[in-house]
């Protein structure tokens, strides 16, 4: 009979973590589960439902003594915890001390207390920096955050820890997760051209749980997990997509709303050598639309039309590319645009 591994799981009130947390759920024959979350009403409603399955611990990821017990006597970690943007963009100090610090404490405790556990961790799209007249990526690629993209620069600074450890460990540099995204700012960050590559929660989350089984093939690499040529689409038709859907009509907004230049997101070349691996593709960008459809009623359809003019133009306020062409903030628009 194979001895039951002890898995750590962070980040699971997340939207991959979530996904991450409900396959693993289906294994509990094979692992014995413990999901590491910050205290606070969202997590605690989320990951209490699951506290006669799997043991729930709460925490600060910052505090290194806080993740002493959680390490101990783990053959796999998989690290999702992260300060997100737009809030990481906005608050890169305490986004650094989340993503880069608190792995840091993460795998030194680890090293101590776990030293033969498996890490996988998950990275981001964002450390490739702007691809946008070179879309095609692999990762032998240069990385390189863009400007203002302060989660790129944590995501660098945890893979360089992670890499220099005396763990085993993983990466898996996920591009655009798509589902249960809200909209924010950043959504005027990427420039309309923009190849854009998805994948959903539900796959990605997969992926994670069919790593732990392939520790030999994944050991010490670099991942980019896409979801592959069916979940390619531009960012422009992206948009108009997903207006459609929620009832908001056209992309019809002024001229310079959108960045021209510095954001991240393309197409994944060799996204195929991690689906070869584990097989955890299932999803198409047309399941998505349609995940997403079956969420939007009639009513809430009608509704969202009838005041979609309101909504735009609150929209058009969070568009930083749009402020600072309207005020002439020079140092902003030669972030966001190509100046001639």
């Given at each position: 009979m194979?001895?039951?591994?002890?898995?750590?799981?962070?980040?699971?009130?997340?939207?991959?973590?979530?996904?991450?947390?409900?396959?693993?759920?289906?294994?509990?024959?094979?692992?014995?589960?413990?999901?590491?979350?910050?205290?606070?009403k969202k997590s605690r409603k989320k990951l209490l439902k699951f506290k006669d399955k799997v043991e729930v611990v709460f925490g600060d990821i910052t505090q290194k003594d806080n993740l002493i017990e959680v390490c101990k006597n783990k053959d796999y970690v998989i690290h999702i915890a992260a300060l997100i943007p737009p809030i990481a963009d906005d608050l890169p100090e305490l986004a650094y001390k989340i993503n880069a610090i608190g792995t840091r404490n993460l795998v030194e405790n680890l090293e101590k207390y776990s030293p033969n556990t498996f890490f996988i961790y998950s990275s981001s799209i964002s450390v490739y920096g702007d691809r946008l007249l070179n879309p095609l990526i692999n990762v032998g690629d240069d990385i390189k955050a863009s400007e203002g993209d302060e989660y790129a620069v944590t995501k660098i600074a945890a893979e360089d820890i992670i890499q220099n450890s005396k763990l085993d460990w993983t990466i898996f540099r996920l591009t655009a997760i798509m589902g249960n995204h809200k909209v924010s700012k950043l959504m005027f960050h990427m420039p309309l051209e923009t190849s854009m590559e998805i994948c959903t929660p539900r796959d990605t989350g997969l992926a994670f749980v069919l790593a732990l089984v392939h520790q030999n093939q994944l050991s010490k690499r670099i991942f980019n997990l896409g979801g592959g040529e069916c979940c390619r689409t531009l960012y422009s038709d992206f948009l108009i997509e997903s207006f459609n859907i929620f009832g908001m009509g056209g992309v019809d907004f002024p001229k310079k709303c959108f960045a021209e230049k510095n954001f991240h997101c393309?197409?994944?070349?060799?996204?195929?050598?991690?689906?070869?691996?584990?097989?955890?593709?299932?999803?198409?960008?047309?399941?998505?639309?349609?995940?997403?459809k079956k969420k939007v009623s009639i009513i809430q359809r009608y509704i969202t039309k009838a005041i979609s003019k309101r909504i735009k133009k609150r929209l058009l306020n969070k568009s930083e590319p749009y402020q600072a062409f309207i005020k002439s903030d020079k140092k902003m628009i030669k972030r966001f645009f190509n100046i001639t």
């Amino acid at each position: 009979m194979t001895a039951i591994k002890n898995v750590l799981l962070t980040g699971a009130s997340g939207t991959v973590g979530f996904e991450i947390l409900h396959h693993l759920c289906k294994l509990l024959d094979r692992f014995k589960i413990t999901v590491f979350d910050l205290d606070n009403k969202k997590s605690r409603k989320k990951l209490l439902k699951f506290k006669d399955k799997v043991e729930v611990v709460f925490g600060d990821i910052t505090q290194k003594d806080n993740l002493i017990e959680v390490c101990k006597n783990k053959d796999y970690v998989i690290h999702i915890a992260a300060l997100i943007p737009p809030i990481a963009d906005d608050l890169p100090e305490l986004a650094y001390k989340i993503n880069a610090i608190g792995t840091r404490n993460l795998v030194e405790n680890l090293e101590k207390y776990s030293p033969n556990t498996f890490f996988i961790y998950s990275s981001s799209i964002s450390v490739y920096g702007d691809r946008l007249l070179n879309p095609l990526i692999n990762v032998g690629d240069d990385i390189k955050a863009s400007e203002g993209d302060e989660y790129a620069v944590t995501k660098i600074a945890a893979e360089d820890i992670i890499q220099n450890s005396k763990l085993d460990w993983t990466i898996f540099r996920l591009t655009a997760i798509m589902g249960n995204h809200k909209v924010s700012k950043l959504m005027f960050h990427m420039p309309l051209e923009t190849s854009m590559e998805i994948c959903t929660p539900r796959d990605t989350g997969l992926a994670f749980v069919l790593a732990l089984v392939h520790q030999n093939q994944l050991s010490k690499r670099i991942f980019n997990l896409g979801g592959g040529e069916c979940c390619r689409t531009l960012y422009s038709d992206f948009l108009i997509e997903s207006f459609n859907i929620f009832g908001m009509g056209g992309v019809d907004f002024p001229k310079k709303c959108f960045a021209e230049k510095n954001f991240h997101c393309g197409y994944y070349e060799d996204g195929h050598k991690l689906e070869d691996i584990l097989k955890f593709r299932h999803d198409s960008i047309s399941d998505y639309y349609n995940h997403e459809k079956k969420k939007v009623s009639i009513i809430q359809r009608y509704i969202t039309k009838a005041i979609s003019k309101r909504i735009k133009k609150r929209l058009l306020n969070k568009s930083e590319p749009y402020q600072a062409f309207i005020k002439s903030d020079k140092k902003m628009i030669k972030r966001f645009f190509n100046i001639t």
